[in-house]
């Protein structure tokens, strides 16, 4: 019998199952099989190393793979990871998630197609990052940051590492490693990012321009995204709506938003405006 993993492995926080993961790759007790296929049931998950997108599902997308299930279709394999006997995911959460739909609605057991990652326990959870960061399904600014805070707090890399393989800021991570000083590591490994932010916020991070500045571009990346994914192109293709549906929204800010928005579009602004110095910029980066 190849090593097992204590059961807790699968739903301990980041730093006790990557250590008890590293600890098993360690004794190289692996299974040497490695089929190009493996049954739905054999393919376990470890959320809080490998699921950098956390466990949430969109609906849409599984929809669309399923559709490619029920046409007869394959989807492209999943990335699994051997340690001891178990296959772990690193990457393809929403086709596992397609593929044990499926397998309900066809009423047989079904397999899936696998493609197996071989290195470290650290070299397999940042394949899982690299693979979502390069976004098959794009990972939405507020999971960078999660996942950004969880490395940070784990401590194994630098902050360009880190940088380079969620897509946060340097500026950023250099915050988080403020807070986590501030704070203690220990009380803030069950915490989010969000709500670390917000609480360390009464004691006012010392930002430079450049930090703002980042800060103030992730959150439109943020809304942008967000208004993307609930009117598509609509307003894009509707001027006339898309206009006085901004009027509606901003009422008597509207002028200083279309004053601010020809600034961004470097149209020339005749006159000037007494804009309010206290814009809001959020206690928290999403």
Avoid at 141 to 156: D, H, K, S, V
Wanted: glycine share 6%.
């Amino acid at each position: 019998m190849h090593g097992q993993l204590d059961p807790e492995t699968f739903v301990h926080d980041l730093k006790p199952a990557y250590e008890a993961l590293a600890a098993m790759k360690a004794r190289n007790e692996d299974d040497p099989e490695e089929p190009p296929r493996l049954p739905i049931k054999a393919v376990e998950m470890v959320p809080n190393v490998f699921q950098v997108r956390g466990l949430l599902i969109d609906e849409s997308h599984v929809r669309a793979l399923l559709d490619v299930l029920d046409r007869g279709g394959d989807l492209d394999p999943i990335t699994v990871w051997r340690c001891g006997q178990h296959a772990l995911l690193v990457d393809g959460h929403h086709r596992l998630e397609a593929y044990r739909r499926f397998e309900v609605k066809a009423k047989q057991l079904v397999s899936i197609p696998v493609h197996w990652f071989h290195g470290s326990a650290k070299e397999a959870m940042t394949e899982a990052a690299s693979s979502n960061v390069k976004a098959r399904l794009q990972m939405t600014p507020e999971q960078r940051y999660e996942l950004a805070w969880r490395w940070t707090l784990f401590g194994e890399w630098s902050k360009k590492e880190i940088a380079e393989r969620t897509g946060v800021g340097t500026s950023t991570i250099a915050n988080m490693r403020k807070v986590i000083s501030a704070l203690g590591s220990e009380y803030l490994e069950d915490v989010t990012w969000k709500k670390a932010f917000r609480e360390f916020n009464g004691k006012q991070i010392t930002m430079d321009d450049d930090q703002i500045e980042e800060m103030v571009e992730q959150q439109v990346i943020s809304y942008a995204s967000r208004m993307a994914k609930e009117f598509s192109t609509k307003l894009a293709h509707n001027p006339t709506i898309a206009a006085r549906t901004l009027d509606r929204y901003f009422g008597a800010k509207g002028p200083d938003v279309l004053y601010l928005w020809a600034e961004e579009l470097g149209l020339t602004v005749t006159g000037d405006r007494d804009l309010d110095e206290e814009d809001d910029l959020p206690p928290c980066p999403f």
